[in-house]
């Protein structure tokens, strides 16, 4: 910076102060204004965009499970600035409209400016993983339109997947969620991230990114009291080869809480939430017909 730049840094900032020193008052505001946005961001956007409430670390004093939420257009997340990964993702899903717009493709993955560890594209350039979207492309971009598949590229939506992983099983379970599960329902929640259960391995091309053992997904319906939700829950080991029968990977949602440290839907009544997280069936779902579906690629 050069010294010039610096005098009129330092002069805006001496203005700024005498200001408040003049007119209090203005200060007050400031924290006001601050306050109420703030009070509009936890209270009514985040709510919005969750169902029964956000994800909670078990545990608080465990680092791992700490992160900060950030709300996108069409999807909400905690992200791990730690792990280089996010915790969890959140995102409604409902049939897809008849004339909704296919939107080309972005070329490359973006840098969140919110983010502490500024990962970029080329943060995963030779790695031996792929970008894993969580809140994947084709819903974010034909259900909330340019913004919501922009959001969907930037580099806090994204962790580290093997191809196969990816390209098959991955991209498997976000075709049958978008094509069966949601116009099933109409609506839809989805929660989705990484676990990690082995010792620490982190990318070679940037040692930021933590890597994963598995994924997990966390389907439930969008159900208004006295009717019951109904879940469905998956745990994905990066290990697979692809073609495995998605019926192989259910599980249930207590099994991922154990995994993760994270406590999903903690504003449900505790009497629903705990058949609801102990619950594996995947009839209502229309599993069977979607567990043989073939990959894309």
């Given at each position: 910076m050069s010294k010039q730049s610096s005098f009129n840094s330092f002069k805006h900032l001496f203005t700024?102060?005498?200001?408040?020193?003049?007119?209090?008052?203005?200060?007050?505001?400031?924290?006001?204004l601050g306050a109420g946005d703030y009070g509009y961001e936890v209270k009514i956007a985040r709510p919005a965009m969750l169902y029964q409430?956000?994800?909670?670390?078990?545990?608080?004093?465990?680092i791992d499970t700490w992160f900060r939420v950030l709300r996108n257009h069409g999807f909400i997340l905690g992200y791990s600035d730690w792990r280089g990964n996010p915790l969890w993702v959140e995102y409604a899903l409902t049939p897809v409209p008849e004339h909704a717009p296919s939107l080309k493709r972005p070329n490359r993955f973006s840098t969140d400016w919110r983010s502490l560890n500024r990962l970029d594209h080329d943060s995963y350039q030779k790695s031996g993983y792929?970008?894993?979207?969580?809140?994947?492309?084709?819903a974010m971009g034909h259900l909330y339109g340019k913004q919501g598949q922009a959001d969907s590229f930037l580099m806090t939506n994204v962790t580290p997947q093997k191809a196969h992983l990816n390209q098959k099983v991955w991209e498997r379970l976000e075709e049958a969620e978008?094509?069966?599960f949601a116009p099933l329902f109409g609506k839809i929640w989805v929660v989705t991230g990484p676990v990690f259960s082995g010792?620490?391995?982190r990318l070679s091309s940037d040692w930021k990114?933590?890597?994963?053992?598995?994924?997990?997904k966390l389907y439930i319906t969008a159900a208004k009291p006295p009717e019951k939700p109904r879940v469905l829950a998956f745990l994905v080991p990066q290990t697979v080869q692809g073609h495995e029968?998605?019926?192989?990977?259910?599980?249930?949602?207590?099994a991922i809480e154990a995994q993760t440290g994270l406590d999903f839907f903690a504003?449900?009544?505790?009497?629903?939430?705990?058949?609801l997280e102990a619950s594996q069936d995947g009839q209502p779902w229309h599993l069977q017909a979607v567990s043989q579906l073939p990959a894309r690629y």
């Open positions: 700024l102060m005498r200001l408040i020193y003049r007119h209090p008052s203005l200060l007050l505001l400031g924290l006001l409430g956000e994800p909670r670390p078990v545990a608080g004093h465990n792929d970008r894993g979207h969580m809140a994947p492309n084709y978008i094509d069966t010792s620490v391995e990114v933590e890597i994963p053992d598995a994924f997990f029968p998605l019926a192989q990977f259910v599980t249930t949602i207590d504003d449900l009544d505790d009497t629903v939430e705990n058949a």
